[in-house]
C-alpha cells in the first residue's frame, strides 16, 4: 500500500512559477513509475508527466514540455513537479499518482493518488 500526499498548490501570476511535492509512504516507492495528472473545472483529468522508478526516463504531455520538469528523490519518497511559464489554462487540481511499473501517460495504469493540490494561475 502507498500514500500520497501532495503540497506546493497556490495562486499565482500568468507567468510565474510553483514546485509541487508529492510525498509517498510505503517501502515500494523507488519501484514504481510516478505520474503528474491534473483535472479542471468541468474536464476529463489529463495526463501532465511521469518518470520512471530510477528517475532515467521523463515523459511530458505536449501542453506542458518545455515549461514544466518532474523529479523525483528515492531516498525522501518524493517526487516534484516544477512548474515555470505558468499560464491560465494550467489552472486545475493537480494529483500525484504510483503504482505504474511504466512511465503511462493512462490514468488507469496508476493504482494509488493522492488527494490533490489546487493551483490557480490568474491573468
Known amino acids: 500500500q502507498v500514500h500520497l500526499v501532495e503540497s506546493g498548490g497556490g495562486l499565482v501570476q500568468a507567468g510565474g512559477s510553483l514546485r509541487l511535492s508529492c510525498a509517498a509512504s510505503?517501502?515500494?516507492?523507488?519501484?514504481?513509475?510516478m505520474g503528474w495528472f491534473r483535472q479542471a473545472p468541468g474536464k476529463e483529468r489529463e495526463f501532465v508527466a511521469a518518470?520512471?522508478?530510477?528517475?532515467?526516463?521523463?515523459y511530458y504531455a505536449d501542453s506542458v514540455k518545455g515549461r514544466f520538469t518532474i523529479s523525483r528523490d528515492n531516498a525522501k519518497n518524493t517526487v516534484y513537479l516544477q512548474m515555470n511559464s505558468l499560464k491560465p489554462e494550467d489552472t486545475a487540481v493537480y494529483y500525484c499518482?504510483?503504482?505504474?511499473?511504466?512511465?503511462?501517460?493512462?490514468?488507469?495504469?496508476?493504482?494509488?493518488w493522492g488527494q490533490g493540490t489546487q493551483v490557480t494561475v490568474s491573468s
Open positions: 499518482a504510483t503504482g505504474s511499473r511504466y512511465t503511462s501517460s493512462n490514468y488507469y495504469d496508476y493504482d494509488y
Open positions: 510505503g517501502r515500494t516507492f523507488s519501484t514504481y513509475a
Open positions: 518518470i520512471s522508478w530510477s528517475g532515467g526516463n521523463t
